[in-house]
C-alpha cells in the first residue's frame, strides 16, 4: 500500500474575513465527508484564520493533488453558499475560494536520508 501526504493551504477570495467559528466547524465535518466519499484522508482541517485554511490530507498515489483540491473547494464553496447564503453578499462575485492554492508533500523521510540510501545502494554493487 502506498499514500502520499500533502499539506495544503488555500484562501478566500480577496482575504474576506468569512470563516468563523461556526462555518469552520460545518467545514471541518463537510471535508470529512468529501474525502470519505472520493477515496483520500484528511487527518487535519482547520481555519487557520478568518480568511484561509489548511489540510493535512493523505492520498493513493493515482489520485492527484489538483484532483483532491478541486473536490474540496468546489464541493465545500457550493455547501457553504446552500448554507450560509448572507455569506456571499461579503464576497466579490459570490465567489467563496481563491483560485490559486499551496501545497506541499509530507514525508518522514529527510532528502539527506533519501540520498545517503542511494548512494549506498548504488556503492554496494
Same mark, same amino acid.
Given at each position: 500500500?502506498?499514500?502520499?501526504?500533502?499539506?495544503?493551504?488555500?484562501?478566500?477570495?480577496?482575504?474576506?474575513?468569512?470563516?468563523?467559528?461556526?462555518?469552520?466547524? @460545518? &467545514? =471541518? *465535518?463537510?471535508?470529512?465527508?468529501?474525502?470519505? +466519499?472520493?477515496?483520500?484522508?484528511?487527518? #487535519?482541517?482547520?481555519?487557520? %484564520?478568518?480568511?484561509?485554511?489548511?489540510?493535512?490530507?493523505?492520498?493513493?498515489?493515482?489520485?492527484?493533488?489538483?484532483?483532491?483540491?478541486? @473536490? &474540496? =473547494? *468546489?464541493?465545500?464553496?457550493?455547501?457553504?453558499? +446552500?448554507?450560509?447564503?448572507?455569506?456571499? #453578499?461579503?464576497?466579490?462575485? %459570490?465567489?467563496?475560494?481563491?483560485?490559486?492554492?499551496?501545497?506541499?508533500?509530507?514525508?518522514?523521510?529527510?532528502?539527506?536520508?533519501?540520498?545517503?540510501?542511494?548512494?549506498?545502494?548504488?556503492?554496494?554493487?
Amino acid at each position: 500500500m502506498c499514500n502520499i501526504n500533502y499539506h495544503v493551504v488555500w484562501s478566500v477570495k480577496h482575504r474576506r474575513r468569512v470563516l468563523d467559528a461556526g462555518v469552520e466547524e @460545518y &467545514l =471541518k *465535518g463537510l471535508v470529512q465527508q468529501i474525502a470519505a +466519499e472520493k477515496g483520500f484522508t484528511v487527518y #487535519q482541517f482547520e481555519a487557520a %484564520g478568518p480568511d484561509h485554511v489548511q489540510c493535512y490530507i493523505s492520498a493513493p498515489p493515482k489520485m492527484s493533488v489538483t484532483l483532491i483540491v478541486k @473536490y &474540496l =473547494k *468546489g464541493i465545500t464553496g457550493r455547501k457553504l453558499s +446552500e448554507q450560509y447564503p448572507d455569506m456571499r #453578499q461579503k464576497l466579490w462575485k %459570490g465567489e467563496l475560494w481563491n483560485h490559486s492554492y499551496y501545497v506541499e508533500t509530507v514525508g518522514s523521510v529527510s532528502e539527506d536520508t533519501v540520498r545517503e540510501y542511494i548512494e549506498r545502494q548504488s556503492n554496494s554493487y
